[in-house]
């Protein structure tokens, strides 16, 4: 008996099926429309939805001024900073590390959870629990219960069209009683429960701080009056459509010989209006807003709320697929279908599906601000690093496959918090740095948190970094890159690039041999042992800085010759100083180095491979192109060893599949998806030294659960199958031996070309190519293994080829 409202036009969907209600949020299902997400528990009697909104934070907008001011107060400037240049030069880290503790803001905010919706359903007779499903497809959560001779089904989704949560409830057989609860764990102000529902007024803490900053003595702190013209508000109101006899007695709402029932659950914050930049309105008319977007979507009713949500996301999911072996559709147990290992196709297959579906439900264009650390599902007021934005890696990887994996509408909010931090970070590049250009760091948040963080007394080994956005700016490229939009280039990715590449000039100093160094300099969370035998962060131009530069100001100069703006005086800056920056070199024993100097590892087997960034993803590495420098990150990777949590397993996927080890990447990607043996509520050490895996839910964790490592694993299977960094598009260039069929559709690579392909027994089958971009023939590389075929394709035309990329056929205006 399925246990999903019936699509009969899409049997071919994908479903993850548990026998089981949740237990706790590890084994809960998730559901998102880009704003609104849920954690669906289910359950027979009393089921959970956890209900995140991903404008609810803690903090204010006017916090990341007042964080610069502090920070300026305690000293912090470039006087100061040419001191701990001076500093660093001399190698005497102790001075160095005193003098930038000033330098050190407090922390980001917290993205906190906002509201529970409990549900309970009664009836005589005995009671069956017969499963829940997540439709990876249409991202709808069914179950299916019966109490005696009735069946119930319940659906649960989260409508963008709507902007609503939909609960729906239908009884097979007769009637059941149903009593619905909201709460929250924020401060609640108002609460009012009458026959049509709910409406629930919260107030969000003006300040939160992390659980890694123990000391703080209230660590969500609420205002009693609204800060700097802020009001830290939010309002859920809920809506309720069904038959029976509704009763209220006190928050209970309830309803005796129920047939059917539609809940839908709206929002409405202060935080959206800022993040949106709508002008401040009153807590009336948030209340009002909610209560008719709620509304609106009950009078709408179930089917066509359905409908619309299913075409909404499957207009969005069904445009890319990869399928490894034999199976893309059906319904798997987690269980034992997929944390068992025993398909590594299904896996494969799964995995990648979920990354999708995950990105489609946290990042939609019009939504909140993009996916963070935890996606947008959160149920802790503390979450671990604030479940924030972490800017020297995660973030970055939560979006690698968004254009790849045919999510470039996904990329927006992203393009969103990089204008945010744009705004503040040009007052932190020229007050605190006398810069040009914008600047960013290890960490931010929804307000455009653009300092370091620390409270003064962090480690600068993640604390002081300033390539933050100098790393996020590359996605503003990818997104032209990927699509060649020269609107998007010209008007969005430009003024971002070139603000970004100014910081860069100016943050560069000249050193003795005429080269130009980045001082102080760290490699993110990572030390080297000094030659006084101490470890320590700070260092000149590692390579992971350089790195980011070069592609910085490279692209930048392709960006400016596409859009016409080559007489820009920043482009003779650049083209000046490109030559200048330090080349990637090797240490003794033929690694990539990571540091100014050859210095020796504290942790060989370090989680974070940040100087392998030239590889993956920013395509200056690569065997073909650079065998040396290639074969030196290969070495990098031999001792850096195999897993840590899923983000680190991601990137060294993706890497090893740049450098071509599809085995090594096959034995990484089986560790990742291996089912996590302990308790995931427990925090395992930031060290890596304990190893994650995937919980029941499939969400990756290492401790904690971050979701990068979902995301990351979907980019990094897509680069196993397909690659377009080098100038060509390279087919099934790290497929291992034991996955011998599949194949994917609608991979999108740099350039504006789309590639379907399917491959049997190792081999290439058969590959489609178009080219998505409007208006005359273009020319691209096609390469597999050693054959190579150039085609010339006008707009939207397709050339399909044979298996040793002989033509087969072409279709035109597709």
């Given at each position: 008996m399925s246990n999903e409202p019936r699509d009969d036009r899409h049997s071919g969907d994908l479903r993850l099926s548990w026998p089981r209600p949740a237990a706790d949020f590890f084994e809960a299902a998730p559901v998102g429309n880009g704003r609104l997400g849920a954690m669906v528990f289910g359950g027979l009697h009393r089921a959970r939805f956890q209900v995140n909104d991903s404008t609810v934070w803690s903090g204010t907008p006017a916090g990341p001024d007042a964080g610069l001011a502090d920070v300026l107060a305690a000293g912090a400037g470039p006087e100061r900073l040419e001191e701990v240049r001076e500093a660093v030069r001399a190698e005497d880290y102790r001075r160095a590390e005193a003098l930038l503790m000033s330098f050190e803001g407090p922390y980001t905010q917290e993205y906190l959870p906002y509201v529970d919706l409990w549900m309970s359903l009664a009836a005589d007779g005995d009671a069956e629990y017969l499963g829940r499903t997540l439709n990876l497809d249409d991202g709808v959560v069914g179950e299916t219960m019966r109490f005696g001779a009735r069946t119930v089904r319940r659906s649960t989704w989260a409508s963008r069209p709507a902007q609503a949560i939909c609960v729906a409830v239908a009884v097979e057989g007769g009637v059941v009683d149903m009593s619905l609860e909201l709460a929250s764990q924020l401060r609640v102000v108002r609460r009012t429960v009458d026959a049509s529902g709910f409406d629930l007024e919260v107030e969000f803490p003006v300040d939160g701080a992390p659980l890694h900053e123990p000391t703080v003595a209230e660590p969500l702190r609420y205002a009693d009056t609204p800060p700097d013209g802020y009001d830290p508000f939010g309002a859920a109101a809920v809506r309720i459509d069904t038959d029976g006899t509704v009763t209220v007695e006190g928050d209970v709402w309830s309803v005796r010989g129920m047939s059917h029932a539609l809940i839908t659950l709206a929002s409405s914050t202060s935080p959206a209006d800022v993040w949106a930049g709508n002008p401040a309105v009153t807590r009336e008319r948030h209340h009002e807003r909610a209560a008719h977007t709620a509304e609106s979507a009950r009078a709408t009713g179930t089917d066509a709320l359905l409908g619309a949500h299913r075409a909404d996301l499957r207009g969005l999911l069904d445009t890319t697929s990869l399928t490894v072996g034999a199976h893309r559709a059906g319904t798997f147990d987690v269980r034992s279908d997929v944390l068992s290992g025993d398909d590594e196709g299904?896996?494969?297959?799964?995995?990648?599906?979920?990354?999708?579906?995950?990105?489609?439900?946290?990042?939609?264009?019009?939504?909140?601000?993009?996916?963070?650390?935890?996606?947008?599902?959160?149920?802790?007021?503390?979450?671990?690093?604030?479940?924030?934005?972490?800017?020297?890696?995660?973030?970055?990887?939560?979006?690698?496959?968004?254009?790849?994996?045919?999510?470039?509408?996904?990329?927006?909010?992203?393009?969103?918090?990089?204008?945010?931090?744009?705004?503040?970070?040009?007052?932190?590049?020229?007050?605190?740095?006398?810069?040009?250009?914008?600047?960013?760091?290890?960490?931010?948040?929804?307000?455009?948190?653009?300092?370091?963080?620390?409270?003064?007394?962090?480690?600068?080994?993640?604390?002081?970094?300033?390539?933050?956005?100098?790393?996020?700016?590359?996605?503003?490229?990818?997104?032209?890159?990927?699509?060649?939009?020269?609107?998007?280039?010209?008007?969005?990715?430009?003024?971002?690039?070139?603000?970004?590449?100014?910081?860069?000039?100016?943050?560069?100093?000249?050193?003795?041999?005429?080269?130009?160094?980045?001082?102080?300099?760290?490699?993110?969370?990572?030390?080297?042992?000094?030659?006084?035998?101490?470890?320590?962060?700070?260092?000149?131009?590692?390579?992971?800085?350089?790195?980011?530069?070069?592609?910085?100001?490279?692209?930048?100069?392709?960006?400016?010759?596409?859009?016409?703006?080559?007489?820009?005086?920043?482009?003779?800056?650049?083209?000046?100083?490109?030559?200048?920056?330090?080349?990637?070199?090797?240490?003794?024993?033929?690694?990539?180095?990571?540091?100014?100097?050859?210095?020796?590892?504290?942790?060989?087997?370090?989680?974070?491979?940040?100087?392998?960034?030239?590889?993956?993803?920013?395509?200056?590495i690569d065997p073909e192109t650079t065998p040396d420098l290639a074969a030196a990150a290969t070495r990098v990777l031999d001792v850096r060893g195999p897993g840590a949590m899923g983000w680190s397993w991601s990137w060294k996927i993706a890497l090893r599949a740049r450098l071509g080890d599809a085995a090594t990447a096959r034995s990484l990607f089986l560790e990742a998806t291996r089912p996590f043996p302990g308790d995931p509520a427990v925090l395992a050490p930031a060290d890596g030294s304990e190893w994650g895996g995937l919980l029941p839910n499939l969400l990756s964790t290492h401790p904690p659960y971050q979701i990068d490592g979902n995301y990351g694993l979907m980019a990094a299977l897509l680069e196993m199958v397909v690659q377009s960094h080098s100038g060509a598009i390279r087919l099934l260039p790290a497929v291992p031996g034991e996955w011998p069929d599949g194949s994917v559709r609608g991979v999108r690579c740099r350039g504006g070309w789309a590639v379907d392909l399917s491959w049997r027994g190792g081999a290439l089958v058969s590959c489609a190519v178009r080219n998505t971009v409007p208006g005359g023939a273009r020319t691209v590389r096609i390469r597999h293994g050693q054959a190579a075929a150039d085609l010339t394709l006008a707009g939207h035309e397709e050339v399909r080829l044979g298996p040793d990329l002989e033509e087969a056929g072409r279709t035109a205006d597709r």
């Open positions: 299904l896996v494969a297959t799964v995995i990648f599906q979920l990354g999708r579906y995950l990105l489609a439900s946290a990042s939609r264009p019009g939504g909140g601000p993009p996916a963070n650390l935890q996606g947008m599902w959160n149920a802790e007021l503390r979450p671990p690093w604030s479940s924030n934005y972490t800017i020297n890696i995660n973030t970055e990887m939560n979006y690698w496959g968004a254009e790849t994996a045919g999510l470039s509408e996904c990329h927006e909010p992203l393009f969103a918090l990089i204008e945010r931090l744009r705004a503040n970070g040009s007052r932190v590049a020229r007050e605190l740095y006398d810069c040009r250009g914008w600047v960013a760091h290890h960490n931010t948040d929804m307000w455009g948190w653009a300092l370091p963080v620390g409270m003064g007394h962090s480690d600068p080994s993640w604390a002081i970094w300033m390539m933050g956005g100098v790393w996020l700016a590359q996605h503003l490229w990818d997104r032209f890159d990927f699509t060649r939009d020269t609107a998007f280039l010209r008007e969005r990715a430009w003024p971002t690039l070139r603000a970004c590449a100014e910081f860069c000039l100016d943050w560069l100093v000249e050193a003795e041999d005429g080269g130009l160094d980045t001082v102080p300099s760290t490699s993110p969370e990572n030390h080297f042992i000094s030659r006084h035998g101490t470890p320590e962060a700070l260092s000149v131009s590692t390579t992971m800085d350089m790195a980011l530069i070069r592609a910085l100001f490279t692209r930048c100069l392709e960006a400016a010759r596409i859009a016409g703006m080559e007489d820009d005086p920043v482009c003779a800056e650049i083209r000046a100083a490109l030559p200048r920056l330090r080349p990637p070199r090797l240490t003794a024993d033929g690694r990539l180095r990571e540091w100014g100097a050859d210095h020796p590892d504290e942790d060989p087997a370090h989680r974070h491979v940040s100087h392998l960034v030239g590889v993956h993803p920013l395509g200056q």
